[in-house]
């Protein structure tokens, strides 16, 4: 994953772990299982973006 991309997964991650508390985790796991979130999100959504925007214009249209 892109270097910039995975920065600000960890930061979102860790704003998003500040604000919510899992009380069968600690903030060890806490931190691990929202960065593993945003990071998949991340994955997916920008994956999904590349590909439209790969596409030839008449495709991405329709």
């Known amino acids: 994953m ?3 991309i995975s920065t600000l997964a960890k ?7 500040k604000q919510i508390n899992i009380p ?10 929202f960065e593993l979130v945003v990071t998949k999100v ?5 994956g999904n973006l ?3 925007l790969e596409k ?7």
């Not at 930061?11 to 772990?17: D, P, S, V």
């Not at 991340?42 to 920008?46: A, D, Y």
């Open 24 to 33: 069968w985790l600690n903030e060890e796991q806490e931190r691990m299982f």
């Open 11 to 17: 930061e979102l991650a860790e704003y998003i772990n």
């Open 42 to 46: 991340f994955e997916l959504t920008l």
């Open 2 to 4: 892109n270097p910039c």
């Open 56 to 62: 030839k214009p008449e495709e991405a249209s329709q």
């Open 50 to 52: 590349i590909k439209h």
